[in-house]
């Protein structure tokens, strides 16, 4: 089960660059996995402006709570019950006609730098997702999702921490589960690129630096609260800390010397 | 002429937590200044999916070239002439009806772990514009945005490369120009936050650690291209690495103790 991939469609087709495109569930899934905000749009209505809000957000199946990202899942959005997307899914769950929403997630790996400022360009990965969200009003499956989220930004700080939520923040916390439609990613990894024109002049290669400069999140040293008590940091905390800065690092050192489309 | 603002309206005022709401020029303007990649949103119909595409964008003015971020500003996205966003924009400029965009750029400064899930967040900040785009046609307007843009990204750049683009790299990239209509921005910055049930419970304050984990980007040595003859990195580009990389780790440190809103 580790190729599965969306099917390629109008809404989702990476038209520009296309060999940068990227439908697997993997690729697109791990890209959305590993992002710490996700930017959500919708349109209130035809006259007005899209909005993009930032949010949190993790992938899993509440039917099938083991399936990995290699597998079909669901977009858990963490929000509240004021805010104006979930009175938008709110309304559209009582019309029975959902709420159609796209969501982003990208990360910079480095700034690629090349002979001519047209040609320069960005290691990136970006994930875009098409799908209709609905308030989850299961208690059962909010609950999933609120351990999902949780431990999605950080593994296994749910049980670490005061649960279960009370009846007050079951209530006043909203889950959006976006029922995927349709994904892609889009991924440029790799050296500059020029052109043959700027490659044959001897002037610019003596004097333009090429090159990429790696850019990767991370994470500091754990800074405790002022009503903290509990002296030393958790090892499930360092270990994060430790382990996804290493690896941010070293996907983007590893990304300059891939191909432009990503491959190792 | 430090404290101009976006006057607030129904769309852009901050609902949720509106202290965290900002809405001065220098404020939004510097998130979007300093983010490396903006997430652009359109709709292309009615009954289609919102569209985010991540772009490269930075703020300048034509008009009024030495304007600094305190002031009002135009917004310039770099495209490609067969993207899909591109092709609306010229579409909607022939009927004399700007494209409706929303643009967002949002920076993670640190992962807030207080004692239970439902108060946990994330320092961040966030920018939300929302303007009409269209396609700049003005060469000179052109120009003036690559340039912005180029040296938004790595400042110097843009002189230390070959240029001016020629005709075929003029016509190949298309420059789209938000005039922004309505802005605003949302900080979260500081300590957790707890209940004061929780906060009152002595297992709880015993058992869980609570603090903060500041998350910024950082610059890596920049790598060499394999056809790059120019041996010492220029200054231009190593100072760019160390100031810009020490500015993020300082701001998410410092953001630790800001009050909620983002003051120091």
Same mark, same amino acid.
């Given at each position: 089960?580790?190729? &599965?991939?969306?099917?390629?469609?109008?809404?989702?087709? +990476?038209?520009? /660059?296309?060999?940068?495109?990227?439908?697997?569930?993997?690729?697109?899934?791990?890209?959305?996995?590993?992002?710490? +905000?996700?930017? +959500?749009?919708?349109?209130?209505?035809?006259?007005?402006?899209? +909005?993009?809000?930032?949010?949190?957000?993790?992938?899993?199946?509440f039917e099938n709570p083991s399936a990995d990202l290699t597998e079909p899942l669901d977009l858990y959005l963490h929000g509240y019950v004021s805010s104006r997307i979930m009175n938008l899914a709110r309304s559209s769950t009582k019309e029975n006609s959902n709420l159609k929403v796209c969501v982003c997630a990208t990360k910079v790996d480095g700034l690629v730098l090349s002979l001519t400022p047209n040609s320069h360009s960005m290691n990136y990965r970006s994930s875009v997702v098409f799908g209709t969200a609905s308030l989850v009003t299961d208690l059962d499956e909010k609950?999933? !999702? =609120?351990? &999902?989220?949780?431990?999605?930004? /950080?593994?296994?700080?749910?049980?670490?921490?005061?649960?279960?939520?009370?009846? !007050?923040?079951?209530?006043?916390?909203?889950?959006?589960?976006?029922?995927?439609?349709?994904?892609? !990613?889009?991924?440029? !990894?790799?050296?500059?690129?020029?052109?043959?024109?700027? /490659?044959?002049?001897?002037?610019? /290669?003596?004097?333009?630096?090429?090159?990429?400069? $790696? =850019?990767?999140?991370?994470?500091?040293?754990?800074? $405790?609260?002022?009503?903290?008590?509990?002296?030393?940091v958790p090892e499930y905390i360092s270990n994060y800390v430790k382990d996804t800065g290493n690896a941010e690092k070293e996907y983007a050192l590893a990304a300059i010397t891939m191909d432009e489309a990503g491959a190792a």
């Open positions: 089960m580790s190729d &599965l991939s969306y099917p390629k469609s109008k809404t989702n087709k +990476v038209n520009r /660059l296309g060999d940068r495109g990227k439908y697997d569930c993997k690729t697109v899934h791990e890209i959305i996995a590993s992002s710490p +905000v996700l930017h +959500v749009s919708f349109s209130p209505s035809a006259e007005d402006f899209p +909005v993009i809000l930032p949010m949190i957000g993790k992938l899993g199946s609950l999933y !999702a =609120m351990k &999902l989220i949780t431990n999605g930004v /950080l593994e296994g700080r749910y049980e670490n921490t005061r649960i279960p939520p009370d009846g !007050a923040e079951m209530s006043s916390t909203q889950i959006l589960r976006v029922s995927i439609e349709s994904a892609s !990613a889009k991924v440029r !990894a790799g050296e500059p690129g020029d052109y043959d024109k700027d /490659l044959k002049r001897e002037d610019l /290669l003596d004097s333009v630096w090429t090159g990429v400069i $790696p =850019m990767y999140t991370t994470y500091g040293e754990p800074q $405790p609260s002022n009503y903290n008590r509990v002296k030393e």
